[in-house]
């Protein structure tokens, strides 16, 4: 584009064509904005002639539909937000614009990001562009899988537990969860509040450290969000890997995980060391508790943040006769199962009297897990490990059996527990054609480190801009 | 048998920061409808709060106030709860860690000093308003006040009567009016007031039963309603019932405490530490700064009253009272205007015109003005009596007393007692004159009104003059 040989105008028409032509099948998106990026998009030719070099120039992006947008509807995925507009654009749509980038539509999740495979989504789920019998992950699975079919060359996803990583290793992408309060949570829907985090899906790393350089950065909106200066994340990527020191935590490969799995992140390992990287085995002994303490804190922060949608002020109201009437009824139709039995075990966890038992000993083995990784990091700069224990499942295996599917976040959610930055990498394939991912982990605020390790991966492993065939 | 009362209040103080407690919307009292709302206040998805740094300051001014500790580290918690005027289905508030604990406030009981015990002080939002039309069943939802801030203070059981408890009331409401962080409005709400209180036999350790009291709107419906509820309590204790725990509402036209909710209906609020704001530090360096912000405090003042304007220990109480009321002397005073002097005009004259204290400032009578007024009696000017009409005329008409007094003659000796009196030396000491008056020389008159203008220097009012002259001499 900078040099003249392709238009915004082009690539965004190429990108809506695609979504044209395989979305019926993908459903990646729950809304597409035609007129609105095809305006923009001619709108950043006109700004590239005139010598804007916006880091996102011209380029289409999909956001997942949690994220408030003031021109599309923000869903969340479900009935209760069906027709909601936000009367704001979230902190990071505002940098995606102020760096030229354009968004084409809202993508497909699990209802407010409940889930990991983007099946609980009440507008119907997306499918695996590998196999469209298979799921995608979840929840931020329509990003994932609009950025593996090219209808988006970057996606803006939320990861909570794995939301982004998972989908993306199932999709074979790129995804980053950043370093908790390195990206604006202002405007993001809350599912976990002190653990979901905004990131990019891209097709490469390349294109991940550009996005993060275009969305991380202090806000005084959030809160949460710290004042820290933003690396050049992009120029941290040429750096070899002779100084880094690769943990590998002896508990990520026990019992449970799918062979072809290992096997792919073993050789990733290798791939690394060949790089070389060291390789030291590390250990996170409190890691075991990590799913029953991820699923207890971010179900009682969801309990409270879900309260909200009561049907008074805006959202979907279920007409009834007296408040409690509409208050029960709303609730009842206007969120789906899942989200109702994440609401029914954040509000037991913070019951009086069970306090104690499960909210307060679940935020302990936090502070544990958090000391875990510590240790570890004093051995090494970064984790490896896998993203999921298996690649993606057949569509409708796991919806009727939710420990399993609670399950299949085992790798990630430790990450998001310990407010680390993670990033899943394309490492291979399974023997089905499905894409396995490969995780790594840095300390807090390490993106540098992390995206450099990852960059190294991919030019080993070779599966960057992999397109599957459609 | 005896009963003692125990009795302990919770005051919710709305706080006069400019915006509110999460977000930048003003905190304006009776602006339309939901105007003065943001995606924050509104609690739409995706917003987050940010706190207010003047909120806290606030919070540190009333802990400094009250001798009280502010914890270096305290934490916001979610209050979970379903009510329409509550946009987040959760008030962010302060749980187990809040803002200021251990602090105090003196009252007077029976003229001897009782300390009362303050447990806690916690920074939270306030909810918005339910409107409800009556005629349809509908209702209407505003939330221009949600967010508000609001310091919640909490006293220990250490009151042990009805007048106990309002004074307490009083002190602080004071109090938190010279911090100037509260408006103390009762009646829109910006100082809420409910009380726990229980009845237990005199000398037991145990306290008894007791009931939660809302909406008491005024300093005399708190009173009304503690003594209602301890009547009540004792009524049931000595016919050998039980008391039940439960939140009565003070009903003010039928004068009675009615229950609102039983225990059972007990709401569990699934508190929790809200991971959206950060814990609240607050070092030495604060608490100084804001240390030395603080204006002088009510004891103090009085104290200085006594000591530095040698005012009787009643007046002083009195006039320091009300911040603006203490100012207003003070300002009087400056005129070179004897303090005890103005002490009298301010709480005679000036607080039968002006009943609310806090309307003062705004009042007519500006101090300079009533200052002056007090030096002109002083010096001689006018007399006590004629400053009274002066005083009436200044309520009326804002006018400084030098400009009353010329407009309307004043200044000339109009005072009936003290013209008489030098009249009738007049008389007494011309008895010629007298007897020629007597035998019908009215022309003599003259004579008379000549002495009483050289003595009074021209300034006897001449037509009240002439009329004293006429009637005493009339009279020999």
Redesign the interface.
């Known amino acids: 584009m900078a040099r003249g040989q392709l238009s915004a105008v082009e690539l965004t028409r190429s990108c809506l064509d695609r979504i044209d032509t395989f979305d019926s099948r993908l459903h990646s998106f729950i809304t597409v904005d035609e007129e609105g990026a095809m305006a923009a998009a001619a709108a950043a030719d006109t700004k590239r002639d005139l010598g804007d070099e916006g880091k996102l120039l011209g380029i289409p992006l999909s956001i997942k539909d949690?994220?408030?947008t003031e021109a599309m509807a923000?869903t969340?995925g479900s009935k209760m937000?069906a027709n909601?507009i936000?009367?704001?654009d979230?902190a990071v749509v505002e940098n995606i614009r102020a760096a030229g980038g354009i968004m084409v539509g809202k993508t497909t999740m699990d209802e407010f990001a409940m889930g990991s495979s983007s099946e609980t989504c009440c507008f119907g789920a997306p499918a695996n562009p590998y196999n469209t019998d298979f799921v995608p992950g979840g929840s931020s699975g329509g990003s994932a899988v609009s950025v593996a079919a090219a209808e988006a060359l970057g996606s803006l996803g939320s990861d909570t537990g794995g939301s982004i990583r998972q989908p993306a290793a199932l999709c074979g992408v790129v995804g980053m969860k950043p370093t908790y309060g390195r990206v604006s949570?202002?405007?993001?829907?809350?599912f976990?509040?002190?653990l979901d985090q905004i990131g990019p899906i891209t097709r490469d790393v390349t294109d991940c450290a550009l996005m993060l350089a275009v969305v991380a950065g202090y806000d005084?909106?959030?809160?949460?969000s710290v004042n820290r200066p933003v690396e050049d994340y992009p120029a941290a990527l040429r750096k070899g890997m002779d100084t880094l020191r690769i943990g590998v935590p002896r508990e990520f490969f026990q019992e449970g995980i799918d062979l072809e799995v290992e096997g792919v992140v073993r050789g990733g390992i290798d791939m690394l060391s060949d790089a070389g990287a060291t390789v030291v085995e590390v250990t996170l002994p409190h890691i075991k508790y990590g799913v029953a303490a991820y699923y207890l804190i971010a179900s009682?922060?969801a309990?409270?943040n879900?309260?909200?949608?009561?049907g008074?002020?805006?959202g979907f109201r279920a007409p009834a006769d007296e408040?409690l009437a509409m208050?029960k009824d709303t609730r009842t139709q206007g969120f789906g199962e899942e989200v109702k039995r994440r609401i029914l075990i954040g509000?037991y966890a913070?019951?009086?009297g069970y306090?104690d038992a499960y909210?307060k000993k679940a935020s302990q083995i936090r502070t544990l897990i958090i000391e875990d990784f510590k240790a570890a990091f004093c051995d090494c700069d970064v984790l490896v490990s896998p993203v999921s224990p298996t690649p993606a499942w057949r569509i409708g295996a796991k919806t009727d059996d939710p420990l399993a599917m609670y399950l299949s976040d085992i790798f990630t959610l430790s990450t998001n527990l310990a407010g680390l930055p993670g990033i899943s990498v394309p490492g291979g394939f399974s023997g089905d054609g499905l894409p396995i991912g490969i995780q790594l982990q840095a300390p807090h605020f390490h993106e540098s480190v992390l995206l450099r390790a990852a960059y190294n991966l991919e030019l080993q492993t070779e599966l960057a801009n992999h397109l599957p065939s459609l | 048998m005896e009963f003692e009362t125990v009795i302990g209040l919770e005051v919710h103080a709305q706080l006069r920061t400019a915006t509110k407690i999460f977000c930048g919307c003003a905190t304006t009292f009776g602006a339309p409808p939901n105007t003065n709302t943001c995606p924050v206040c509104l609690g739409l998805p995706g917003s987050l709060p940010v706190l207010n740094k003047m909120a806290v300051e606030y919070g540190i001014k009333v802990a400094l106030a009250a001798n009280a500790t502010v914890n270096p580290l305290s934490q916001f918690a979610r209050k979970n709860y379903f009510y329409p005027d509550l946009p987040k289905g959760y008030q962010t508030s302060q749980y187990d860690r809040p803002l200021v604990e251990h602090g105090r406030i003196d009252i007077t009981v029976d003229n001897e000093v009782k300390t009362i015990g303050i447990t806690r002080m916690h920074l939270e939002e306030d909810a918005g308003k339910l409107i409800h039309d009556e005629r349809e069943p509908r209702s209407f939802v505003d939330l221009n006040r949600a967010g508000t801030p609001l310091l919640e203070i909490v006293s220990e059981p250490d009151l042990r009567s009805p007048a106990e408890a309002v004074d307490y009331l009083r002190k602080l409401h004071t109090m938190l009016r010279y911090l100037d962080v509260c408006d103390g409005n009762m009646q829109e709400g910006s100082f809420r007031c409910d009380a726990n209180i229980s009845l237990r036999p005199f000398g037991a350790a145990e306290f008894g039963v007791r009931t939660e009291l809302k909406n008491m709107n005024s300093f005399r419906h708190v009173q009304a309603a503690l003594e209602y509820e301890q009547r009540r309590q004792r009524d049931i204790l000595l016919e050998g019932g039980t008391v039940i725990q439960q939140t009565m509402l003070w009903n003010p036209d039928k004068g009675i405490t009615e229950p609102m909710r039983g225990k059972e209906d007990a709401h569990d609020y699934r508190y929790f530490p809200c991971p959206d704001l950060l814990e609240v530090q607050v070092d030495d360096s604060w608490v100084n700064t804001v240390r030395h912000t603080l204006p002088e405090l009510p004891e103090a003042r009085r104290n200085r009253f006594v000591d530095s304007y040698g005012l009787p220990p009643y007046d002083a109480a009195l006039l320091t009272e009300a911040r603006e009321l203490a100012d207003y002397f003070e300002q009087a005073t400056a005129t070179g205007a004897p303090a005890k002097k103005v002490a009298n005009w301010v709480m005679t004259e000036l607080l039968r015109e002006v009943t609310a204290p806090a309307l003062i400032a705004d009042g007519a009578v500006s101090p300079e003005h009533l200052g002056t007024l007090v030096l002109l009696i002083e010096d001689g000017t006018i007399s006590g009596k004629i400053g009274k009409s002066v005083f009436t005329e200044m309520i009326s008409s804002g006018k400084d007393p030098r400009t009353i007094i010329t407009e309307k003659g004043f200044s000339q000796i109009s005072d009936e007692d003290e013209l008489l009196k030098l009249v009738r030396e007049i008389i007494t000491a011309s008895p010629d004159q007298v007897a020629q008056f007597k035998a019908g020389k009215s022309k003599v008159m003259g004579y008379f009104i000549g002495r009483l203008m050289q003595k009074t220097k021209g300034s006897a009012n001449p037509k009240l003059a002439n009329q004293l002259f006429t009637r005493e001499l009339s009279a020999r």
């Not at chain 1, 879900?306 to 009561?310: F, G, I, K």
């Open positions: 949690l994220i408030c923000t969340c937000l909601f936000a009367p704001y979230a949570r202002y405007g993001l829907v809350a976990g509040s002190s005084r909106r959030d809160s949460t009682a922060e309990s409270s879900l309260a909200r949608y009561d008074v002020a805006y408040l208050y509000t913070l019951s009086s306090y909210y």
